[in-house]
């Protein structure tokens, strides 16, 4: 998921498979050798993720967690820091960083840098030193990718090999988070791109000069045949197939002192085809959106069901660049007064889908933290409101024939959502956003889509409406989650598979408080060293967003994530643990106790 990617939510038993995973829910999984925990032999942990396999996955990392390649193997989860792991992990709670790889850093306003310190001695499970050369080599790959850190980098630096320095001309907020949290790259891997985009770094060029374009398209057909890791574990490439793989301790990685397990399987699959599993007991956690219906037969098997913010959620996305009606805010705004919010996220998720309030693109949990009275008072709520809707269509030009509502060029109003089918929760929303706009009039079709196929045809135009994330799990600071509404499958990424997304333009945009460049505001609302001074940012691209509505936030999703304790595993998390304030989808929570050693095998 990627990024980060950060959703799968749950909805009503709805039976949603795609063809391969139909396949998956009928299968009992392979018992990996020495399967159990205890004493006296080896020790596997169970989980799950959604992944493909070879040939159609592949094992490209590069511009992880921020821009990564589509359809890597298991690219865009969770479990991609125990092979490559990042500098650091952020405690929500406590709002600091635990470190993996690095062993300090230090900001440093007035000489412009960022430098990390990087721990001595770790080693690529190909034999070779990690060093800075690695650091430079990842932050040079996230330049193909078009990863938002480069608003803020203005040069890099390796004096020697357990030192970086990233230089910045504003001291950004957020740059520690893009740089600290990169899963690091091998250079015996990746420093030829890397090399190619220096050279347009240094010529003072984009990747939309010279060489770029070219070398954004090459790189993602660059399919390695294996990843160089330097993390606790590595695949075991012979046990990758279409419902399980495993990840094998890799002795000289950075953790592997640490981590308890031998080995790690991860069973493929979505929502579906995870809930048998979890159903018999034979994965340990898991953090797909199960069904409400789910839960109640979880805890009778002896699961515990850990309910973590997400910090993020479902939106509406509609191709403004295609349906000129979709480009006037006041469609926008209509649509968002007929979805009933809290219908939606209680048919998705239950209890753990809450309808989003302040609409401002960033979590209700943070608005108070981040916005002053004086700010949340000009939020419009956008409530349930059909009648102020059919205002807005009307003002926009739409009419009324009988119960059909007919679009400005006159033509009857009927248009296709589609959504990832897999994503339990997605799916459910989707289906019912399409149900609530047939209700009022607006004719929609609702069709599910193999969830990493989604992201791509939004990226590309290819969709008329659509299911995607609002929000962002990667940090508690809003600029994340503007990068994710505004910049993901938008234009400014979306040219990375050649199209404009959901097509809103951020330059010369119209607002009540003026004419303003929306890409430069969501840089800015992460630049700054002055919390003050943060806010004010945040605050404008908040009313920006809230005003102009360029995607339609519908609920915010908590996990409802299984975890089996006292069986294989002892040690997951209590509902009164701070660290279940971490994102799962991020800094999550178990991978962190792994690091540290805290989960570990049920002796016996």
């Given at each position: 998921m990627?990024?980060?990617?950060?959703?799968?939510?749950?909805?009503?038993?709805v039976?949603l498979?795609?063809?391969?995973?139909?396949?998956?829910?009928?299968?009992?999984?392979?018992?990996?050798?020495?399967?159990?925990?205890?004493?006296?032999?080896?020790?596997?942990?169970?989980?799950?993720?959604?992944?493909?396999?070879?040939?159609?996955?592949?094992?490209?990392?590069?511009?992880?967690?921020?821009?990564?390649?589509?359809?890597?193997?298991?690219?865009?989860?969770?479990?991609r820091?125990?092979?490559?792991p990042?500098?650091?992990?952020?405690?929500?709670?406590?709002?600091?960083?635990?470190?993996?790889?690095a062993?300090?850093?230090?900001?440093?306003?007035?000489?412009?840098t960022?430098t990390?310190?990087?721990?001595?001695?770790?080693?690529?499970?190909?034999?070779?030193?990690?060093?800075?050369?690695?650091?430079?080599?990842?932050?040079?790959?996230?330049?193909?990718?078009?990863?938002?850190?480069?608003d803020?980098?203005?040069?890099?630096?390796?004096?020697?090999?357990t030192?970086?320095?990233?230089?910045?001309?504003?001291?950004?907020?957020?740059?520690?988070?893009?740089?600290?949290?990169s899963?690091?790259?091998?250079t015996?891997?990746?420093g030829?791109?890397?090399?190619?985009?220096q050279?347009?770094?240094?010529?003072?060029?984009?990747?939309d000069?010279?060489?770029?374009?070219a070398?954004?398209?090459?790189?993602?057909?660059?399919k390695?045949?294996?990843?160089?890791?330097?993390?606790?574990?590595?695949?075991?490439y012979?046990?990758i197939?279409?419902?399980?793989?495993?990840?094998?301790?890799?002795e000289?990685?950075?953790?592997?002192?640490?981590?308890?397990?031998?080995?790690?399987?991860?069973?493929?699959g979505?929502?579906?085809?995870?809930?048998?599993?979890?159903?018999?007991?034979d994965v340990?956690?898991?953090?797909?959106?199960?069904?409400?219906?789910?839960?109640?037969?979880?805890?009778?098997?002896?699961?515990?069901?850990?309910r973590?913010?997400?910090?993020?959620?479902?939106?509406?996305?509609?191709?403004?660049?295609?349906?000129?009606?979709?480009?006037?805010v006041?469609?926008?705004?209509?649509?968002?007064?007929?979805?009933?919010?809290?219908?939606?996220?209680?048919?998705?998720?239950a209890?753990?889908?809450?309808?989003?309030?302040?609409?401002?693109?960033?979590?209700?949990?943070?608005?108070?933290?981040?916005?002053?009275?004086?700010?949340?008072?000009?939020?419009?709520?956008?409530?349930?409101?059909?009648?102020?809707?059919?205002?807005?269509?009307?003002?926009?030009?739409?009419?009324?024939?009988?119960?059909?509502w007919?679009?400005?060029?006159?033509?009857?109003?009927?248009?296709e959502?589609?959504?990832?089918?897999?994503?339990?929760?997605?799916?459910a929303?989707?289906?019912?956003?399409?149900?609530?706009?047939?209700?009022?009039?607006?004719?929609?079709?609702?069709?599910?889509?193999?969830?990493?196929?989604?992201?791509?045809?939004?990226?590309?135009?290819?969709?008329?409406?659509?299911?995607?994330?609002?929000?962002?799990?990667?940090?508690?600071?809003?600029?994340?989650?503007f990068?994710?509404?505004?910049?993901?499958?938008?234009?400014?990424?979306?040219?990375?598979?050649?199209?404009?997304?959901y097509?809103?333009?951020?330059q010369?945009?119209?607002?009540?408080?003026?004419?303003?460049?929306?890409?430069?505001?969501?840089?800015?609302?992460?630049?700054?060293?002055?919390?003050?001074?943060?806010?004010a940012?945040?605050?404008?691209?908040?009313?920006?967003?809230?005003?102009?509505?360029?995607?339609?936030?519908?609920?915010?999703?908590?996990?409802?994530?299984?975890?089996?304790?006292?069986?294989?595993?002892?040690?997951?998390?209590?509902?009164?643990d701070?660290?279940?304030?971490?994102?799962?989808?991020?800094?999550?929570?178990?991978?962190?106790?792994?690091?540290?050693?805290?989960?570990?095998?049920?002796?016996?």
């Open positions: 990627s990024m980060t990617w950060s959703r799968r939510d749950v909805l009503r038993a039976g498979t795609t063809a391969a995973g139909a396949g998956l829910a009928a299968c009992s999984p392979a018992e990996p050798e020495g399967g159990g925990g205890g004493a006296g032999g080896s020790s596997t942990f169970h989980g799950a993720w959604p992944y493909m396999a070879p040939p159609e996955g592949h094992f490209n990392f590069g511009g992880q967690p921020y821009s990564g390649v589509p359809t890597a193997t298991i690219g865009d989860g969770i479990y820091d125990l092979l490559i990042p500098s650091a992990l952020w405690l929500w709670a406590e709002q600091e960083w635990e470190y993996l790889i062993e300090s850093h230090t900001l440093d306003a007035a000489a412009k960022l990390v310190t990087i721990k001595p001695d770790l080693t690529w499970s190909d034999g070779s030193a990690l060093t800075s050369q690695d650091y430079l080599t990842t932050f040079y790959v996230q330049f193909i990718q078009r990863s938002p850190a480069w803020f980098i203005t040069g890099l630096e390796a004096p020697d090999d030192t970086v320095v990233v230089s910045f001309e504003n001291p950004p907020a957020v740059l520690e988070r893009y740089v600290l949290k899963n690091v790259l091998s015996a891997q990746y030829e791109w890397a090399d190619r985009a050279a347009i770094v240094e010529a003072g060029g984009t990747m000069d010279g060489d770029g374009a070398l954004g398209t090459e790189f993602q057909a660059f390695p045949e294996n990843v160089i890791v330097s993390g606790p574990y590595d695949f075991d012979d046990t197939t279409n419902t399980q793989l495993t990840m094998v301790r890799n000289s990685g950075y953790g592997a002192d640490k981590v308890t397990f031998d080995s790690v399987v991860l069973y493929n979505e929502t579906t085809e995870i809930t048998s599993l979890v159903q018999s007991a340990d956690y898991a953090t797909h959106g199960f069904a409400p219906a789910s839960e109640d037969p979880f805890e009778g098997a002896g699961y515990t069901i850990l973590p913010p997400v910090y993020s959620g479902p939106a509406l996305y509609l191709n403004q660049d295609r349906f000129p009606e979709f480009a006037d006041r469609t926008r705004k209509a649509f968002a007064h007929i979805i009933d919010r809290a219908v939606n996220g209680q048919i998705s998720l209890e753990s889908g809450k309808a989003v309030v302040n609409m401002v693109g960033f979590s209700d949990n943070f608005v108070d933290q981040w916005l002053t009275d004086d700010v949340k008072g000009k939020l419009d709520p956008y409530e349930l409101d059909l009648d102020k809707a059919a205002s807005l269509l009307e003002e926009a030009g739409w009419t009324k024939d009988g119960e059909t007919m679009t400005p060029q006159g033509s009857a109003a009927a248009y959502i589609q959504f990832p089918q897999t994503f339990a929760d997605w799916s929303s989707g289906k019912d956003v399409a149900e609530q706009l047939t209700a009022f009039g607006i004719a929609v079709t609702a069709r599910g889509l193999d969830d990493k196929q989604a992201p791509i045809d939004i990226d590309k135009g290819d969709f008329e409406m659509a299911i995607q994330a609002w929000g962002s799990s990667a940090h508690p600071h809003p600029h994340f989650s990068v994710q509404d505004l910049f993901l499958h938008n234009i400014p990424i979306a040219k990375n598979q050649g199209g404009k997304g097509g809103f333009p951020l010369d945009v119209e607002t009540s408080a003026g004419t303003v460049d929306l890409e430069a505001l969501v840089a800015q609302s992460g630049e700054g060293l002055d919390v003050e001074e943060q806010k940012n945040v605050s404008t691209v908040a009313l920006a967003f809230n005003e102009l509505l360029p995607i339609i936030p519908i609920f915010e999703r908590y996990g409802n994530n299984p975890a089996l304790e006292g069986v294989r595993v002892q040690g997951f998390p209590t509902a009164d701070p660290v279940l304030e971490n994102a799962p989808y991020a800094d999550n929570f178990v991978v962190l106790k792994m690091f540290r050693g805290e989960i570990s095998p049920v002796e016996g």
